[in-house]
Structure formats: C-alpha cells, structure tokens
C-alpha cells in the first residue's frame, strides 16, 4: 500500500502506525524499563533534506568549483566583501558583558578578528556550518571549534517541529562504529533551572569533560523542513561547468585557427614520382626559399571552421551563473568596460537589498555565539546576576552594504534645502510641509535624522579655521536642522 501512503502523505496526513508492538524494533523501553504506549509518525520532519549522498557530493563541489574556477571565486568573495566589509563589530550593555566578549573575541583559539572571512566564506560555500563549542568550567570561558560540513551524518530536529535542531550526529571515524552525536545550543526553558532562560549546551555529565560542550549548526537556503544547508554555489553549478567547457573548447578552437597544410600539384605525375618527390622535398620552414617549374603548383589552405560569433553565446552563460549565484550585475563580475558608474549603480539596487540581507543574517548569527557565551559567563558567575534586559543587550555592527553616490546625496540634500528654504520665504508652504518633504528625501537616501547640535558651534571655533565650503556646510546643517525640529513638533 505504498502507493497510498504516499498519497496520502502528500495531502497532509501524518501517517502513523496503525498497531503498536513490543517487537517494533523503532520502539524500546524508557529509563524504568516501561515499553512507551505512542505510535511512531511514518513522516519525517526534515522530509525535504537532500538524499545524504547528494549532500556529501553539493559540498565537494561547492568547494571544487571555489578553488578552481575564477567565477565562482569572485562570487564568493564579492559576497564576504560587503557581507564582512571592514570587520564585524559588537558592544554589550554593561562593561562586564563587555569584558567577557573582549577575552572570547580576541581568543587566540576563536580569533573573530582574523576568522570571520573564512568563516563567513564557508558558510557560503558549505551552506552551513557547524562550531562545537568547549567550556572551561571555572569561569565558562568558551572556545569554538569547527567540524566540516562533510563528516555530518545526520541534523536531528524535533519531530513535532522541524525547525528546531536537536543534535548533530557525526558519521564514524576510523576506528569507530558509530559517529559522536553533540547537542546543539539551546534556551534551557526548565523553571527550576538554574540557567533558566539562558543558552546552554544540553550535555548530559560535568560540563569540562572531555570532548565538546555542545555545537552550533547554522544553515542557509534550505526551506523550513529541511535540516542541511545549500551551497550559495548550488544553483550555478552546471552553469559554470559548462561555461568551463565552453572556454576550454574556445581555447582549442583558436589553435585550430592557427593551423595550416600546403597543397602542392604535380602536374603529370604518376604516384610513384609524387612519393619520389615529397621524400625529396620537406616542408617548408620559415624564411625559406623553394624553386620548381610549371608543372608544380604549391598553395596554403588554412581551416575555415566557419564558427559563429562565440561572444553572445559566452554572454547568456554568464547571465546564468550570475542569475544562479547571487544575482549580481553582469558589470560586476564580466564586461565592465562596457558599462558606466551610472549604470552600474542603478544596477546594483536590487543586489544591495540582497546583500542587506545576508549580511543581517551574519550579524545574527555571530550575535547567537556572543549571546552565548555571555550566558555561560552568567552561569560561572563571571558576569553578576540581575543586570536589566538593557546591560545584557549585544548590538553587533558591520561595515553598510552600500554602493551609493555620496556627493550626489550630499548635492541633492543641499538643493532641496535651499528650494525648501525660498519656497517657505515666498509662503508656499509652512514649516511643517517644508520638513515632512525634507524628511521624505533623507529617509529616501538612507539618512537618519537624529536632531542635536554640531560638535563645535562655528561661532567657538578659532579665527580663520573654517573654510568657505565648510561655512555653507554648516549653513546648510543649521536650516535642516530648524526643519527637523519644526517637523517633529518643536522637539530636537
């Protein structure tokens, strides 16, 4: 009855067991030697993982193709460099959160300043990643491993909820007939815990014994019930071996190209005097010099492949790894002589808004690691209990993902301003108009209007040390900021 647990399994009905029996060998008895009286569900909660072989085979690829192929490789990079930028930041609430995230940060093990391109690069390239993490118990100082991608056997989840990750099973090692299985970190959301409400580990035993604490499983580009990550490559994989192959094949073309034969007619001649004659006369070679009579004619042919124009071809398989890898325009990575600032930067909005989101994700996931090791300092008590939800926060930063034209922001901020400004003088519009208008356009070019006074009014600054341009800039700042002010109701 294959055929209709399938069916009906595709129409949402989780299919369980109809009889239930001691002999089940998905059964056994709990901790008090009791059978458990539940039927097992037929249907997986991670149902749409690719086949384990398949996965194995995306990650070996995935990092085939970064290593050998030029295009992959700056797909990649492109993404870490605005992804990352200048480096990930962070700043805690209070100084002994703040202390504690200065000793794990600048770990010589963990070493995020050094680390978090290669890290972020494998996530990309992997599709997840998974960080063992290693607890000294006197003071809960926390090291991070890594485990490759490769070596996962199996992401358990919950079977009620396939979003939330269980355990990373680890496939044997030699000498080893069954992998190490390490909890993944977690919310203890036990009442009479000690660490209620903090993340923990969830190993069972003393928590500085031998081997991880626990782990960190990230993943990307999978869907809800799928438990391993995708390659940010996976898409452009055929693609860019075929653009390999379209390349290499160009590459033989043209010395085909550069080939010739010499065509010579002996006129007369039977067969046995043309064999006498070409073991008499050897190719020509370069800068030399032949004689014959009328009844010799020699001639080069060169190939004539007759191939088309390969440059539009090479061009829509560009598009595709493009389209298939991030997205990015064709400037970015291919053509860019054939393009301009302008167009690239009207190209590049769509791009951003991704890359926005990318980089949002990084920042949540290294606020993940950070949160935790800040709780595990709690439990040690390395940072005091009772601090308000304020001192506990993190706020992790990066470098803004932004492409954008700074002076032609600044120029078209100073136009309006003054445009609002003759507009207001002439009663054409009131303070509040003019300042809901100004507001609009700054939001529109990614500013934030945070009221306040310039650092050094330029009436205490010394003589002579403004110049001109700097006496309009704060000329400018001043009616903005009149305007924010009267568009907020009086309040700075």
Known sequence: ??????????????????????????????????????????????????????????????????????????????????????????????????????????????????????????????????????????????RLGYVDPYHVRQVEVNPENAEEYVAVHLKAGQGQTVGATIPIIRVDESPRSDAYGLLVAGKKGPADQAGPFGAFFFAINHVSNSARGRSELLTAFDWLDLYDQFLFSQAERSAYLSDHLWDVKLTGFTEEQIKSWLRANKVPQGNSMRAHNEKVEWKVIAPELRAADVSEQARTLRQQIVLGAGGFPEGWLFSGSETNLATLTAQGTPIMKRLSRVQRHWKGIVTRVLEFVRDQAIIAGKIPRGLSPEELVIEVTASEVSVEDTAAAAATLKATTESLVVAKDRGWVTDDEAAQVYRRLATELGVELLGGKPALPEEDLPPGMLSDEMREALRVYRVMREMAVAGNGGEP
């Open 1 to 142: 009855m294959s055929w209709m647990t399938d069916a009906l399994a595709r129409n949402g009905f989780a299919l369980k067991e109809a009889l239930w029996s001691p002999n089940d060998p998905d059964q056994g008895p709990d901790k008090l030697g009791n059978w458990p009286d539940y039927y097992r569900k037929l249907t997986k909660s991670n149902e749409r993982d690719l086949d384990p072989l398949d996965q194995d085979r995306m990650i070996q690829i995935a990092l085939y193709l970064y290593e050998t192929n030029p295009v992959a490789r700056d797909v990649i990079d492109l993404y870490v460099d605005f992804v990352v930028g200048e480096g990930l930041q962070y700043k805690a609430g209070h100084d002994a959160v703040q202390a504690v995230l200065d000793a794990h940060w600048h770990d010589p093990i963990n070493d995020w300043p050094t680390k978090q391109e290669s890290r972020f690069r494998q996530l990309l390239i992997f599709g997840e990643q998974i960080y063992p993490v290693f607890r000294r118990k006197f003071d809960g100082r926390i």
